[in-house]
T-cell receptor, first 112, second 111 residues
Framework: SQTIHQWPATLVQPVGSPLSLECTVE??????LYWYRQAAGRGLQLLFY??????ISSEVPQNLSASRPQDRQFILSSKKLLLSDSGFYLC???????????FGSGTQLSVL | SQQGEEDPQALSIQEGENATMNCSYK?????LQWYRQNSGRGLVHLIL?????REKHSGRLRVTLDTSKKSSSLLITASRAADTASYFC???????????FGTGTRLQVTL
């Protein structure tokens, strides 16, 4: 069966520090991968999605970037965090046959 | 920008009552999905309804879709305290890969 791993669960970082969040998927090949961000009590904002290795689509211009170095690995990065980068970050993969997404457990990022 | 807008933003009901949430979207769709999110957790897929379907059932869930009005509703019958969560509708916009979520309805079910 397929599983998705996302870590860390919580992260507190100072303004201006770098960021690296990692997401890996097991049990499937060539999935579509997604990064979403959710502000407290709000909906989900699509940040990046990837349909294959090295293929990244950016939805929101900001100081975040994403990379997909391997088929089942998706990384969200920043060189210098801003206060506005605080939020709940969710990774997901897509079941291409059915179209539904499967989500990781999320990372709560607080930038102080 | 959000493709979907849920209504109401928040809903509080007692256990045993039915809960109805509505979703409106802007562009034409192939399907519409509903997800649930418990506080501080990832989203879980509940149900998918295709554009050529008008109604779909899954357990205590009933979803309707009206493509002429660009709207969908999620009905949870005989609600339980464990149904307390946020519920989101989602549609693919632009490409078959870009899934956009609505603003969500926060459901509180009290004993």
């Amino acid at each position: 069966s397929q599983t998705i791993h996302q870590w860390p669960a919580t992260l507190v970082q100072p303004v201006g520090s770098p960021l690296s969040l990692e997401c890996t998927v097991e049990g499937t090949s060539n999935p579509n991968l997604y990064w979403y961000r959710q502000a407290a009590g709000r909906g989900l904002q699509l940040l990046f999605y990837s349909v294959g290795i090295g293929q990244i689509s950016s939805e929101v211009p900001q100081n975040l970037s994403a990379s997909r170095p391997q088929d089942r690995q998706f990384i969200l990065s920043s060189k210098k965090l801003l206060l506005s980068d605080s939020g709940f970050y969710l990774c997901a993969w897509k079941d291409t046959a059915g179209g539904k997404l499967f989500f990781g457990s999320g990372t709560q990022l607080s930038v102080l | 920008s959000q493709q979907g807008e849920e209504d109401p933003q928040a809903l509080s009901i007692q256990e045993g009552e039915n809960a109805t949430m509505n979703c409106s979207y802007k562009t034409s769709i192939n399907n519409l999905q509903w997800y649930r999110q418990n506080s501080g957790r990832g989203l879980v897929h509940l149900i998918l309804i295709r554009s050529n379907e008008r109604e779909k059932h899954s357990g205590r869930l009933r979803v309707t879709l009206d493509t002429s009005k660009k709207s969908s509703s999620l009905l949870i019958t005989a609600s339980r305290a464990a149904d307390t969560a946020s519920y989101f509708c989602a549609t693919y916009t632009g490409t078959a890969s870009k899934l956009t979520f609505g603003t969500g309805t926060r459901l509180q079910v009290t004993l």
